[in-house]
């Protein structure tokens, strides 16, 4: 009676427009254009670090060094099918070796470079096919070109039936021992009909273990095959 019943405004009672709480699915789209963001900030940042080469072009930026070609892929089962650049000089495959080694010889010449060495990570012959047939191109255009197989499989030596002959790791164990070395110390393999190459094959040394390209004496070698 004092105070009345307290009640000063009625209101009707509505729905709200917007629910107060996230319902599972907008949590879910939310959480999901995140992921979305967080992925693409990934990529962008890996791609800045990590470049992959799926294209021949790809390689000269991956590496920082001019793309002089693209060897070609063939049989390696015997030293003519190995060497197509002496084997069929009008083939697809003797033309873009024949490329590459022009384009190399001008890079060699405005850097005065005259070692080359042909290396890659993964294991296979594609790094022996391409030093000889870089060698054999480079010697087709009377260019003095010296081969050295040093790799421990040897499978230049193999092809080119030079095994059991003296060759790469004998220089090497020659050089070691104070000696001078020439192409007169290794067992060359000059190809008939083309006096401009010379082959150098792994050799008959054992060099204590050590692979004839771990060798810090091959440095020393090569130095000295130049003046040859």
Do not use: C, M
């Amino acid at each position: 009676t004092k105070f009345g019943a307290g009640i000063e405004r009625i209101g009707e009672a509505r729905p709200p427009e917007f629910p107060i709480s996230d319902s599972p699915r907008r949590r879910a789209v939310i959480f999901g254009l995140l992921g979305l963001i967080a992925g693409l900030v990934l990529a962008f940042w890996r791609g800045e670090r990590v470049r992959l080469v799926d294209r021949a072009e790809d390689a000269a930026a991956a590496v920082n060094a001019p793309l002089l070609g693209e060897a070609p892929k063939h049989a390696a089962d015997t030293a003519a099918a190995a060497s197509p650049v002496f084997a069929e000089p009008g083939s697809p495959a003797a033309r873009e070796y024949g490329f590459i080694a022009s384009t190399l010889s001008l890079a060699a010449t405005e850097g005065e470079r005259r070692l080359i060495v042909v290396t890659s990570p993964d294991a296979g012959r594609a790094k022996s096919l391409t030093a000889l047939n870089l060698a054999l191109s480079a010697a087709q255009d009377q260019r003095s070109t010296v081969l050295l197989d040093v790799e421990p499989a040897g499978l230049l030596t193999g092809l080119l039936r030079a095994n059991a002959t003296r060759g790469a790791s004998d220089l090497v164990a020659l050089s070691a021992a104070g000696f001078g070395v020439g192409l007169r110390d290794g067992s060359t393999s000059p190809i008939e009909g083309l006096e401009w190459f010379h082959f150098v094959p792994s050799g008959t040394r054992e060099l204590n273990g050590r692979d004839t390209a771990e060798s810090p004496q091959l440095a020393k070698v090569l130095v000295q095959l130049q003046q040859h």
